[in-house]
């Protein structure tokens, strides 16, 4: 267990969820499986006597099934990136002299709201979730009904301009992106965009696989987050490598937290060079 990381806000979140959930069973391998990418990871779950398989990253099919994410990921899985990264970042602001009382977060790739509860948990002003999937929104009124003051079903590379004016007018000092980056979910040029919603200075908390930020990254995202570093766009206060979860082979998967601070507006050159 990460020093960070804690089971409480998700375990307790569990208690009330009203589970069917009755098994979830990790598949063995074939030896051409045995180095199945991350994107690709599948189980089995037996749901009202009846067995389905579900690929990890058919997040829309997880959320379906009321505590099945936490179930999956958190309790047999192992997963920690949540309270990591919410409990970094209360520790950098605090570094800083500030409470996260006075935050008003934007939580991109909110799924079904763990890291609102996690923000909620440290006391944060009030948390609006984006995410492209509506059965994320679903999942999160479902089973956290109190806990965004908004959640917006919106792709932020092309938002209706109804949602970019509510955006515009939430006030945002900080943005928090977890588990959400690297895989398609969300490209390099959203990010650029959601944290231009954040005013200047704010905090900006995320997560991304280590791989992600390797020289041979094909993602982007190596090569963007070295840029706004670079060009002074945000200076990285934290940067923390740790296990996030572990595999369906039990392999552990490490990610790195980053918190930073937002030091100036992001340049529509930026915007133009990322938006291709």
């Known amino acids: 267990m990460n ?38 990871e599948f189980f089995e779950v037996r749901v009202g006597g009846y067995l389905k398989r579900i690929r990890f990253h058919d997040y829309g099919k997880l959320y379906e099934i009321p505590g099945l994410y936490e179930k999956l990921f958190y309790e047999k899985l192992k997963c920690c990136s949540p ?48 995410d492209i999937l509506p059965e994320a929104k679903k999942a999160t009124f479902r089973d956290r009904p109190e806990i965004y003051a908004d959640y917006l079903v919106t792709n932020l590379s092309e938002m209706p301009e109804k949602h970019e004016i509510k955006l515009e007018e939430g006030d945002f000092n900080c943005l928090t992106t977890v588990a959400a980056l690297g895989f398609g979910d969300i490209p390099p040029i959203a990010f650029l965009i959601a944290l231009d919603f954040i005013e200047t200075p704010g905090w900006l908390a995320f997560n991304i696989k280590e791989d992600f930020l390797q020289e041979d990254d094909t993602s982007g995202f ?12 945000i200076q990285i206060q934290c940067y923390r490598r740790y296990r996030h979860r572990i595999s369906i ?8 937290a980053i918190i930073a601070k937002k030091l100036k507006v992001v340049p529509n050159t930026l915007l133009i060079e990322w938006n291709h």
């Open 249 to 256: 082979t039990g392999k552990p998967l490490y990610y790195v």
């Open 83 to 130: 309270s990591v990264v919410v409990n970094l970042l209360e520790d950098v602001a605090s570094d800083f002299g500030e409470d996260t009382d006075e935050f008003k977060v934007l939580d991109v790739g909110a799924g079904n709201g763990m890291v609102g509860d996690e923000l909620d948990n440290i006391g944060v002003d009030s948390v609006v979730g984006i």
């Open 222 to 233: 190596c090569r963007l987050i070295r840029q706004m570093n670079r060009e002074k766009l």
């Open 3 to 40: 020093s960070l990381s804690s089971n409480k806000v998700w375990k307790d979140r569990l208690k009330i969820i009203d589970t069917n959930v009755e098994e979830i069973h990790i598949p063995k391998l074939s030896p051409k499986q045995k180095n199945i990418s991350q994107d690709k």
